[in-house]
């Protein structure tokens, strides 16, 4: 690549064109100039075109996707005459990718430092020795722990932000000119958040990198971002300065991503004196060598949203996993509807299962791709109820209607559909075991703020109709003071706070709960510098 000019525009695109073969459009009309050192955040729905421009800049389309009109002009050559094997050099040399799931996107089979040196290698343009110093290197800049040694680990041996951090040294290996950071920090904690955006701030700060930053959080964004688009359906709505977006939005859309979400508290029916779920001095671990969850207890009645937050590896999903019966408990009595539910899930009635449902985090993974929707929120009916075909249909219909999709996507697979709608199947399927429990694992985190809060209403709705409890996994404490009448908060598998969610936010604050808090992103510019600074006074 050619000598780095900060200020230089490297690349220029100019009214690109996306579509579905013989289908619609997806992006319609996108125009901007990236110069080196600068960031430029796309923000918008599901659904806005965001991935698909991202992607679009390494010179790629999804199947059965094509670029049908525009420019993609990178350092004076447009990307979309470049040759196949121009092209292919020009990824991870000339522009980096940086996908969302950094657990999906590493080999398990291979060692760290082989993948963040694979790029440099694979074009000859370094030694083996070389590579190895600049991984090394970059793991020092990004704050990883024992840089020296870091790359000997499997991807399974680190937490989810250190790994984050990897993909990160692998993108920068080739010293590429641009990195596309497609949703980096969406599937992380708020403490961990914080420390994965100013790792790579700090990368693109010092090597004069150009950026463009993916996300659906424009208070993340602004954090990093100089300049702001705003899409939405594949369109532009508005572009500008990151300051003047954040405190001058010109148009409605933006003006709704900009404004404070509400924080007043959900009102909840008075309690049942006897618990639904009664969880007495549990504990749990992986292979009986160390304890995930130690010494655990709490009540969830019957109406109940009992919030369980904490950082990554504090236990939050594994309780999840204990509850259900998918990881047995090693001490410690989990009871339901005054009754102990067997450890493992094999011996639990059927009537026991139905009982207590799960909706998850990512319903790209929890709902299968081939299967349609009438067989996906059909197959618990049928399980538990011995209903007819013709009784399944009408009621997955009325599930459909329950949770505001139209009656035709019954034939429809999950391909078909965006985020919020597989995310609303997930509950739909939960819902058609007509369940007590809902155990919902981070069910927004991978949604956008106004889809995401489209499916928190929905479950406030479903729970003032139906009676149903939730057990609601999340790290983001915006959610839970408006759908959580408790809170629990973990610690290393202990819970260190709990209580109503208002005595636990009040101060005065248990230490790691302030932590927490404070890591909660704000519309500020400056946010990211004042609470790194905060939490290194709270450290010390």
Not at 290 to 315: M, Q
Request: hydrophobic share 40%; net charge negative.
């Amino acid at each position: 690549m050619s000598e780095r000019i900060p200020g230089e525009v490297i690349l220029d695109v100019a009214h690109l064109r996306i579509a579905v073969s013989e289908g619609p459009v997806l992006v319609d009309d996108i125009s901007f100039t990236l110069r080196r050192g600068e960031v430029l955040g796309l923000i918008g729905e599901s659904g806005a075109g965001k991935s698909t421009i991202g992607l679009a800049v390494l010179g790629y389309t999804r199947s059965g996707c094509e670029i049908t009109g525009g420019n993609l002009m990178f350092e004076g050559q447009d990307i979309r005459t470049m040759t196949p094997a121009q092209r292919r050099a020009l990824r991870g040399n000339g522009i980096a990718y940086i996908s969302q799931s950094a657990a999906a996107s590493f080999n398990p089979a291979h060692t760290l430092m082989r993948q963040v040196c694979e790029i440099p290698l694979r074009d000859g343009c370094t030694t083996a020795a070389e590579a190895r110093a600049r991984a090394i290197s970059l793991f020092a800049e990004l704050d990883l722990p024992d840089p020296e040694h870091f790359g000997n680990r499997y991807p399974h041996q680190v937490s989810g932000g250190q790994l984050q951090r990897a993909m990160a040294a692998m993108a920068m290996a080739a010293k590429p000119d641009i990195i596309v950071f497609d949703e980096p920090t969406t599937a992380l904690d708020v403490t961990t958040q914080v420390e994965v955006l100013a790792s790579f701030r700090k990368l693109i700060r010092e090597h004069g990198t150009a950026a463009i930053y993916i996300t659906h959080d424009l208070a993340v964004v602004a954090q990093i971002a100089d300049d702001i688009m705003v899409l939405r359906h594949g369109r532009m709505v508005e572009h500008g300065r990151s300051t003047d977006i954040l405190h001058n939005p010109q148009q409605d859309y933006t003006r709704r991503l900009v404004a404070d979400r509400a924080e007043g508290h959900a009102q909840f029916p008075a309690q049942d004196e006897t618990p639904l779920l009664e969880i007495s001095h549990v504990v749990a671990s992986y292979s009986g060598l160390v304890r995930v969850i130690d010494d655990v207890s709490f009540a969830v009645h019957r109406g109940d949203t009992l919030a369980v937050v904490g950082e990554s590896g504090s236990g939050k999903s594994t309780l999840a996993r204990v509850i259900m019966g998918l990881l047995p408990r090693e001490a410690g009595d989990v009871k339901f509807h005054g009754a102990s539910l067997p450890p493992r899930l094999k011996h639990r009635t059927v009537d026991q299962l139905r009982r207590v449902q799960m909706i998850y985090q990512s319903p790209d993974v929890a709902l299968n791709p081939n299967q349609t929707l009438l067989q996906i929120i059909g197959r618990p009916v049928q399980f538990y109820f011995g209903r007819s075909r013709s009784e399944v249909r009408d009621r997955v219909l009325e599930l459909l209607r329950l949770m505001e999709l139209p009656e035709s996507f019954i034939d429809r697979k999950p391909a078909a559909l965006s985020g919020g709608q597989k995310q609303r199947v997930g509950i739909a399927r939960a819902l058609a075991a007509e369940p007590d429990l809902i155990i919902c694992d981070e069910v927004t985190s991978a949604l956008d703020q106004l889809v995401g809060e489209e499916i928190l209403r929905l479950l406030k709705r479903l729970q003032d109709e139906l009676g149903i409890a939730y057990l609601f996994i999340t790290h983001d404490l915006g959610t839970v003071r408006r759908i959580a009448n408790k809170v629990a908060v973990m610690l290393n598998g202990k819970f260190v706070a709990g209580g109503l969610t208002a005595t636990v936010f009040a101060p005065p604050l248990h230490p790691y709960t302030e932590l927490l808090l404070s890591s909660v992103p704000e519309m500020r510019a400056d946010w990211l510098d004042e609470v790194l600074a905060h939490n290194r006074r709270i450290a010390s």
